[in-house]
């Protein structure tokens, strides 16, 4: 487990962001602990991490990443919309999997090249 130090400074991202991420349910910590209120994640929580950051990179709402980064589907049903109110064709889309994979990927080898197992 990692404190929400260690884990802020493997993701780059503040205690203080992990803490609004927390309260707005994107990135729950895997343990919190009830006497102190310590946040506890996991190495297998840095690559959702990634996700988020690059997502909300883009300019996307903590809502709407909530969303992306919990659907289990490659287009997620708010994908559908985001296009028809575009009026574009699938690129958006395309795009949108695209950032994905590769927030995906990053986190990956950044967790792994950190912390080798």
Known sequence: MLSISEFSEMCHL???TLR???????LVPADVNEQTGYRSYTFEQVEQAMLITVLRG???SVKL???LSTSRTRHPPCCGSTVRRC?????????????LENASTRG????CAMYPR
Do not use: D
Not at 20 to 26: D, I, M
């Open 14 to 16: 503040s205690p203080q």
């Open 20 to 26: 609004f991420y927390h309260s707005e349910g994107l």
């Open 58 to 60: 883009t300019g996307m």
């Open 65 to 67: 990443v909530r969303v």
């Open 87 to 99: 009026g574009t064709s699938g690129r958006p889309r395309t795009r949108l999997s695209a950032t």
């Open 108 to 111: 990956r080898r950044y967790a």
